[in-house]
């Protein structure tokens, strides 16, 4: 299925609410009064393999048949129940962390990461690492790394040919990899070859190639439910985790670790409320997470934004015009409608979960406690009656229209929102601004790309096959 427009409406309604629907955690007197929600209605293992292939064929089809609220059989325990609601989203948001805990402590990404990274960690232990890590993300920490991300994406544009058909993803991949590499670990440019620097960014490089082979996905099966990886994983990962313990290593004697920026330093420096430090293991589960949610993510949501602009002419000549038009205020209002749009058209990760620890009311259903349960981001940011013309990319939708904290929900929300949303946020702006301003940008077929899952991400069939038709210095 693609993501196709229907009929046009104005911009004046184009955002709208949903009808109340109750939802939150209630006894089990209270929820046996409800049915639990609808089954998908295929062979089990026909429904994993269509969830985790063709998302959005499985979704949409799903509430098409279904409504807003029904259950499935995936890979986690329990049958989970999929929601596109804002209510629903509000109480699992707002919940308190024992009693919706993130789905993201069973993820595959756990042997990889360790299970006491900030991503996995559950309950306590969660609060502790994102305490810790919170400072580095704030938007004066970020403030600083503009100027950096404004000379990775001019270095990168420098590069491209002009007349030539190319594939954003990796271009994009290759400035947001700078950027990690200098505002996580303090590594800038291009590390001279034979050191740990250089052995670590072609390490990172190698990794996220990988995951996007058959094996790497296979091999990923293989680690669900398990602390530590197993078979080709744990091999790949020597590769990764030698040259990051040798930086680790060496930053611990440097001389300037209180004058240096970088999350490593600050994460070497940082103190527990028990005044403990962090020991080599959880610096090396930390930064692995940092690079591995931040670094594709962003890469690939610059890569939609683009994929959409170069297909919608309007969206596209507005981004220019504001851009190139003189006027900084106008400038950075469009900039971000376009983002914003992007983000809810095309969400990189469409989906994310909790596992309820009560029996929890959903609208007109009720699940057990224990129940898997999913909020789709994908159908909540296509809901007609929040979203009129939901399949159409119009960034001018969001004029004088905030997003909403449970109805606009790309970075997720509650107490497991995405640290590195301020982050990701500033590098989509520059490298969309600096790309509107110095590229004139068309497609090289009018189809849309589609979406493909990737590990936990959506990403454009085509990497967002784009043509350079000119080239401002
Ligand atoms: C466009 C780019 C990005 C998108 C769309 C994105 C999206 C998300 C989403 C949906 C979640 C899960 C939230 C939830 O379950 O409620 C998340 C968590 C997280 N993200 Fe991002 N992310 C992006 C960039 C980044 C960057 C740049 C970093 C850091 C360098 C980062 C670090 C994290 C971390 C550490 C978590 C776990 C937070 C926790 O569980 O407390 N992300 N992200």
């Given at each position: 299925m693609t993501l196709a427009p229907e009929a046009p409406i104005p911009a004046s309604s184009l955002i709208g609410t949903a009808p109340p629907s109750p939802a939150g955690p209630i006894d089990a007197a209270e929820a046996a009064r409800y049915p639990v929600p609808p089954m998908v209605e295929l062979p089990r293992v026909l429904q994993t393999l269509r969830f985790n292939q063709r998302q959005i064929d499985f979704v949409f089809g799903g509430r098409r048949r279904l409504g807003e609220t029904f259950r499935f059989a995936g890979?986690?325990?329990?049958d989970p129940v999929i929601t596109s609601h804002p209510d629903h989203v509000q109480s699992l948001f707002t919940a308190k962390p024992e009693q919706a805990p993130s789905l993201t402590g069973e993820s595959p990404l756990r042997p990889i990461v360790g299970p006491n990274s900030v991503l996995t960690a559950i309950g306590p232990r969660h609060m502790r690492q994102r305490k810790l890590l919170l400072p580095s993300f704030h938007g004066e920490a970020i403030a600083k790394y503009m100027e950096m991300i404004a000379d990775a994406a001019d270095r990168e544009i420098d590069k491209w040919p002009v007349g030539e058909t190319i594939a954003l993803a990796p271009r994009m991949q290759a400035i947001t990899l700078d950027v990690i590499m200098s505002g996580i670990f303090g590594i800038e440019g291009k590390p001279e070859r034979g050191t740990p620097e250089h052995a670590l960014r072609r390490a990172v490089r190698g990794l996220v190639e990988a995951s996007t082979w058959k094996t790497a996905q296979l091999a990923e099966l293989m680690n669900i439910g398990r602390d530590e990886p197993v078979g080709i994983t744990k091999y790949a990962l020597g590769f990764l985790d030698r040259p990051t313990y040798q930086v680790i290593a060496e930053r611990r004697q440097a001389s300037d670790l209180e004058e240096r920026r970088d999350i490593l330093s600050l994460l070497l420096q940082a103190r527990t409320e028990e005044g403990e430090a962090l020991s080599d293991q959880e610096l090396r589960d930390e930064l692995l997470t940092l690079v591995l949610a931040g670094h594709e993510t962003t890469a690939n949501s610059l890569s939609w934004t683009w994929e959409r602009l170069v297909r919608t002419p309007d969206a596209h000549d507005r981004l220019r015009d504001a851009v190139r038009g003189g006027d900084d205020a106008e400038s950075a209002k469009v900039v971000e409608q376009t983002i914003q749009e992007a983000m809810r058209s095309?969400?990189?990760?469409?989906i994310i979960g909790r596992r309820v620890k009560l029996p929890w009311r959903l609208g007109d259903y009720a699940v057990p406690a224990d129940t898997p349960v999913t909020m789709s981001i994908l159908l909540l940011h296509h809901r007609e009656d929040v979203?009129?013309?939901?399949f159409a990319f119009r960034p001018e939708r969001w004029e004088g229209n905030k997003p909403g904290?449970?109805?606009?929900?790309p970075f997720g929300?509650?107490?497991?929102?995405?640290?590195?949303a301020a982050l990701a946020m500033a590098e989509m702006r520059v490298v969309l601004e600096t790309m509107a301003r110095r590229l004139d940008i068309t497609y090289e077929t009018p189809e849309p790309e589609r979406a493909v899952h990737r590990n936990v991400t959506m990403i454009p069939s085509g990497g967002a096959t784009v043509r350079i038709v000119s080239k401002r210095a």
């Open positions: 890979i986690v325990d329990g095309r969400p990189v990760i469409p979203y009129p013309d939901p904290t449970y109805t606009w929900i929300g509650g107490i497991r929102r995405c640290l590195g």
